[in-house]
């Protein structure tokens, strides 16, 4: 048991490591997926910004006619210094001597589009022209959405920038302007962006991490029921050999009595064995009879027979068949005249109930009963009050019987209430316990109709 214990602690003690690293990780996966998206974001609307600069330029800047031939070329003028010596350089009284030629050269078609790329650039340095940024916004966007971004930016141009841009903006250094700018564009709705490109992502996270916990709690209380089982298995034995080993030493003790000391001559001693044993043996019958109605009940409930039932006649013939045996009165105040039910299913409600009462509460037995609006319902109160409220939730469970001290001085297999609480769902009700140490213990059960 104990060997038992701890290896479901152990794996218990596992799986909370495992679910813990599989919670972890998916933070981690979920963190690194934004940054890796959000960089590739950046890179490619920070390459689109170029392009969309390149192309306003292209747009508003004359290029030489003979780039756009069918053999592209471009005519320089080269002014060329034939000896650099240096003094010749740094003294301007020293005259210099150049010379200078035009050259025509062929453009390759793979490079032509840098080349007016370039030109462009050149050419709009050279005339300090400006950058209107609500075109250059349309270019942009055209861009945008040739990478597939479809998100709007806003986009700002920033005179003699102090900084330059840093990695998590996208902007843009231009010398061409009029004076150094930066061209800086801005997300209109960055949530947005953050939304649709995390969102799948954090949601199948999301959604696996509630199964790691759900399944760690699903298992822990597996392995809870399991280990209440183990002991419960233990005390039900133990119950029944106890209950075994009384009526088998009566039954021993009469037989012996009868073979060996002359009992079985004597037609009155044998008169009064004989019915000891079957007392015994009725008694024995109803025990094992118990057992398996409940193992029989347990995988089909018998249907009820539902009919006309006269209630306070019923708890009344209950309460005279307990009253000459019981020391403790039992009282009945029963508001309700005729229901609808089962009646034989009820008595054995009922009988578990008073039977528990008798064995286990105080010196009182109330049974109340009363109509609701669209049912009725009956309490079955002593006032022991003495089941532990750890042990609450599971007194309906069978095998279960609470731990306290007196456990082995009242005879029981834990089935009582088990088998009450099956009835009474087979009869459409329900049913609830309430218990204040060293006041009452309350069983209520409530049958509602739901039309
Ligand atoms: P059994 O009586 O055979 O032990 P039950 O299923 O009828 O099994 O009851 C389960 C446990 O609930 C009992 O062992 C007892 O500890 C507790 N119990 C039930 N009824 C009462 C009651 N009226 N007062 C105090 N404890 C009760």
Same mark, same amino acid.
């Given at each position: 048991?104990?060997?038992? +214990?701890?290896?479901?602690?152990?794996?218990?003690?596992?799986?909370?490591?495992?679910?813990?690293?599989?919670?972890?990780?998916?933070?981690?996966?979920?963190?690194?997926?934004?940054?890796? =998206?959000?960089? @590739?974001?950046?890179?490619?609307?920070?390459?689109?910004?170029?392009?969309?600069?390149?192309?306003?330029?292209?747009?508003?800047?004359?290029?030489?006619? =003979?780039?756009?031939?069918?053999?592209?070329? &471009?005519?320089?003028?080269?002014?060329?210094?034939?000896?650099?010596?240096?003094?010749?350089?740094?003294?301007?009284?020293?005259?210099?001597?150049?010379?200078?030629?035009?050259?025509?050269?062929?453009?390759?078609?793979?490079?032509?589009?840098?080349?007016?790329? &370039?030109?462009?650039?050149?050419?709009?340095?050279?005339?300090?022209?400006?950058?209107?940024?609500?075109?250059?916004?349309?270019?942009?966007?055209?861009?945008?959405?040739? @990478?597939?971004?479809?998100?709007?930016?806003?986009?700002?141009?920033?005179?003699?920038?102090?900084?330059?841009? *840093?990695?998590?903006?996208?902007?843009?250094?231009?010398?061409?302007?009029?004076?150094?700018?930066? /061209?800086?564009?801005?997300? &209109?709705?960055?949530?947005?962006?953050?939304?649709?490109?995390?969102?799948?992502?954090?949601?199948?996270?999301?959604?696996?991490?509630?199964?790691?916990?759900?399944?760690?709690?699903?298992?822990?209380?597996?392995?809870?029921?399991?280990?209440?089982?183990? *002991?419960?298995?233990?005390?039900?034995? @133990?119950?029944?050999?106890?209950?075994?080993?009384?009526?088998?030493?009566?039954?021993?003790?009469?037989?012996?009595?009868?073979?060996?000391?002359?009992?079985?001559?004597?037609?009155?001693?044998?008169?009064?064995?004989?019915?000891? @044993?079957?007392?015994?043996?009725?008694?024995?019958?109803?025990?094992?009879?118990?057992?398996?109605?409940? *193992?029989?009940?347990?995988?089909?409930?018998?249907?009820?027979? /539902?009919?006309?039932?006269?209630?306070?006649?019923?708890?009344?013939?209950?309460?005279?068949?307990?009253?000459?045996?019981?020391?403790?009165?039992?009282?009945?105040?029963?508001?309700?005249?005729?229901?609808?039910?089962?009646?034989?299913?009820?008595?054995?409600?009922?009988?578990?109930?008073?039977?528990?009462?008798?064995?286990?509460?105080?010196?009182?037995?109330?049974?109340?009963?009363?109509?609701?609006?669209? %049912?009725?319902?009956?309490?079955?109160?002593?006032?022991?009050?003495?089941?532990?409220?750890?042990?609450?939730?599971?007194?309906?469970?069978?095998?279960?019987?609470?731990?306290?001290?007196?456990?082995?001085?009242? +005879?029981?297999?834990?089935?009582?209430?088990?088998?009450?609480?099956?009835?009474?769902? %087979?009869?459409?009700? =329900?049913?609830?316990?309430? *218990?204040?140490? %060293?006041?009452?213990?309350?069983?209520?059960?409530?049958?509602? =109709?739901?039309?």
């Amino acid at each position: 048991m104990t060997q038992m +214990k701890r290896r479901l602690r152990l794996l218990f003690l596992a799986a909370t490591l495992a679910a813990f690293g599989i919670i972890l990780s998916q933070f981690y996966w979920v963190y690194y997926n934004y940054s890796v =998206s959000k960089t @590739n974001f950046i890179n490619t609307a920070n390459y689109a910004l170029q392009k969309s600069i390149d192309a306003y330029q292209l747009g508003h800047n004359k290029l030489p006619t =003979s780039l756009d031939y069918k053999d592209p070329s &471009l005519t320089v003028f080269m002014r060329t210094i034939p000896s650099q010596d240096s003094l010749a350089f740094d003294t301007p009284s020293v005259k210099r001597r150049f010379s200078a030629e035009f050259m025509t050269v062929a453009v390759d078609t793979n490079s032509l589009e840098q080349i007016r790329g &370039l030109i462009a650039r050149l050419v709009s340095q050279e005339k300090h022209s400006e950058i209107n940024a609500d075109t250059l916004t349309i270019f942009f966007h055209e861009a945008l959405l040739k @990478n597939g971004i479809t998100d709007k930016f806003r986009i700002t141009i920033s005179p003699n920038p102090k900084h330059p841009p *840093s990695k998590e903006e996208i902007a843009e250094l231009v010398y061409f302007h009029r004076s150094p700018v930066l /061209i800086r564009a801005e997300l &209109l709705k960055p949530n947005q962006f953050i939304l649709r490109h995390n969102l799948l992502s954090a949601l199948i996270s999301c959604l696996l991490i509630l199964l790691c916990a759900g399944s760690l709690f699903y298992m822990w209380r597996i392995i809870r029921s399991q280990m209440r089982l183990d *002991s419960m298995k233990t005390d039900f034995i @133990n119950n029944v050999t106890h209950e075994l080993r009384t009526p088998i030493t009566i039954l021993k003790a009469s037989t012996e009595a009868m073979i060996s000391f002359g009992a079985g001559e004597d037609p009155e001693s044998l008169r009064r064995y004989l019915e000891t @044993n079957s007392t015994v043996l009725d008694g024995m019958n109803d025990n094992v009879e118990r057992i398996l109605d409940f *193992s029989k009940w347990e995988n089909k409930a018998p249907a009820p027979n /539902i009919e006309p039932v006269d209630l306070p006649r019923l708890v009344f013939g209950i309460v005279g068949r307990f009253a000459p045996a019981a020391t403790t009165p039992i009282k009945y105040r029963i508001g309700v005249e005729e229901v609808m039910t089962d009646a034989n299913m009820l008595e054995t409600i009922l009988s578990n109930l008073l039977d528990n009462g008798l064995k286990y509460g105080g010196p009182e037995i109330q049974i109340d009963a009363a109509s609701l609006k669209n %049912g009725w319902y009956m309490t079955i109160s002593d006032n022991g009050g003495n089941i532990p409220p750890q042990s609450l939730p599971y007194i309906f469970d069978k095998f279960y019987r609470a731990q306290t001290g007196d456990l082995h001085e009242v +005879k029981g297999y834990g089935l009582g209430l088990a088998q009450v609480r099956q009835l009474v769902t %087979g009869l459409g009700g =329900s049913i609830t316990v309430k *218990s204040v140490t %060293g006041k009452d213990t309350v069983f209520t059960i409530t049958f509602t =109709s739901h039309e």
